[in-house]
């Protein structure tokens, strides 16, 4: 028992610097660059301390250059949005609904997540040849296509494991009742992905803002925050780039909290509304209930 328990607390030690060191591993660069965003020094680094300063936020806000790339992420962001989670949806209904062979199955699926696994140097390229041919040149929209031609599988696969277990006798009791394909569609199968359609959402958003291997090659003469991102490496850095790094961290945390918030609040109205039902039927039932409180 004693040695027992002498390897179990030289087992918890080592774990507890495991995940000390794993820890520092994860955060130390966030922490690292997070003060260089507010050191005066015009290098990007604390090794150089030379006092606190706000003035790489105030010149992040006054280079109009990174916010033209960055209204350019958001338009292109929303654009792959709505074309990527369509094209995903269609994608897997096709796989989970047509009635193909093993075979035909692997086929069309090899085929359907082809673009992920292509390099996106090539997705740019071969987009950018492909639709010169229509008369389409680089731009804002060829970007948009191009980063939706491997954004959709991503979509797709999300939409395919949601789709799978989906009871398909809910839709064929719909129809025997007289409801329309239509009817079926948007009160029954939406419902059921509309988890699937927000993360889908999410995924093809934030996929696009960071993409810059297809979009550099598609986007010509614009640019998007990442293309600005890497101009500004090759020029040399500064703590402005820092400073814009602080800003997306606390956007995004401020969007976990609030979305942590709103799921909370969801499970506590949930919580109620399953209690008041409960006292409901107790109550037809003829027994005493508990009022919630």
């Not at 607390?9 to 000390?20: K, Q």
């Not at 229509?134 to 999300?158: D, K, N, P, R």
Request: hydrophobic share 55%.
């Amino acid at each position: 028992m004693i040695r027992a328990r002498g390897a179990d607390g030289w087992m918890g030690r080592i774990l507890s610097i495991y995940l000390v060191l794993f820890f520092f591993y994860m955060f130390g660069p966030l922490i690292i660059m997070t003060l260089a965003a507010f050191n005066d020094s015009p290098y990007p680094t604390v090794t150089q301390w030379q006092g606190w300063t706000l003035r790489w936020f105030a010149a992040l806000f006054a280079d109009r250059e990174l916010w033209v790339g960055i209204q350019n992420s958001l338009l292109i962001g929303i654009g792959v949005m709505l074309l990527a989670v369509p094209c995903g949806l269609a994608a897997a209904l096709l796989l989970t609904r047509m009635r193909l062979s093993r075979t035909s199955r692997n086929l069309v699926y090899g085929i359907l997540v082809s673009p992920v696994l292509a390099p996106g140097i090539l997705l740019g390229i071969s987009t950018l040849i492909f639709w010169q041919n229509f008369g389409v040149g680089g731009g804002l929209l060829l970007a948009t296509i191009g980063q939706t031609s491997f954004i959709a599988a991503y979509c797709m696969l999300l939409f395919t494991a949601r789709l799978q277990r989906f009871d398909v006798t809910l839709e064929e009791a719909a129809l025997d009742v007289g409801a329309s394909h239509t009817q079926v569609f948007r009160r029954i199968m939406l419902p059921f992905l509309r988890p699937a359609i927000l993360t889908s959402c999410v995924l093809a958003f934030l996929q696009s803002m960071e993409n810059y291997n297809t979009t550099v090659f598609a986007i010509g003469g614009e640019r998007t925050l990442m293309i600005e991102i890497a101009a500004n490496v090759r020029h040399g850095l500064t703590p402005m780039v820092n400073a814009l790094a602080v800003v997306l961290i606390a956007v995004t945390v401020a969007l976990a909290l609030a979305y942590e918030l709103h799921r909370r609040m969801e499970l506590r109205r949930t919580g109620r509304r399953a209690a008041a039902a409960r006292a409901v039927d107790l109550r037809l039932a003829g027994k005493p209930t508990l009022q919630p409180t």
